[in-house]
């Protein structure tokens, strides 16, 4: 009988992205992501490591054409379909990333050693409001992070690999 091994990291990374403090370190964790991918060739992000699903994501600039690539967070929704929500650790602003996406139709996802080719939906109406839910139920602390910004509703898009 095989044993599978339960971590609590997922759910200590959860519990801590519900605090306010935890957005003042977000330049270290970009960076430190920049790092973990580095060394492992892009097969994990400092997010996996404390069991958070994460991807780089390669998208075209929407003014240069030139291929702009983040590490995001994502909602997994099934083997072939992603959800992302442009928080941007609850800023002001929308994140870059999330313009450039909303003017792509395709994207590229690097995640766990494998890249693919991705179709690119924003969601809208009430279908934006149902991912909603079901992204807030998987990372709390998106809750949290649209308080900071109630003025700017998060865009939510969602990729289908191709």
Do not use: C
């Not at 801590?16 to 492992?40: D, K, N």
């Not at 149902?130 to 649209?146: D, F, L, N, V």
Request: proline share 7%.
């Amino acid at each position: 009988m095989s044993r599978v091994l339960r971590t609590p990291l997922p759910a200590v990374g959860r519990a801590l992205g519900r605090r306010r403090t935890v957005m003042r370190i977000a330049p270290f964790v970009v960076v430190l992501e920049r790092l973990v991918r580095r060394i492992s060739r892009g097969r994990h992000g400092v997010l996996d490591v404390a069991g958070l699903p994460s991807m780089e994501l390669t998208v075209l600039g929407r003014k240069s054409g030139v291929p702009r690539t983040v590490s995001l967070l994502y909602v997994p929704e099934g083997q072939d379909d992603f959800l992302l929500v442009g928080s941007n650790w609850g800023r002001p602003q929308h994140p870059s990333w999330s313009a450039n996406l909303a003017a792509a139709d395709h994207a590229e996802i690097h995640s766990r050693g494998e890249r693919f080719k991705v179709r690119v939906r924003r969601l809208t109406g009430a279908e934006r409001d149902r991912a909603w839910e079901r992204a807030i139920q998987r990372w709390p602390g998106y809750t949290m992070e649209q308080k900071m910004v109630p003025e700017r509703p998060f865009r939510l898009f969602e990729l289908t690999r191709i």
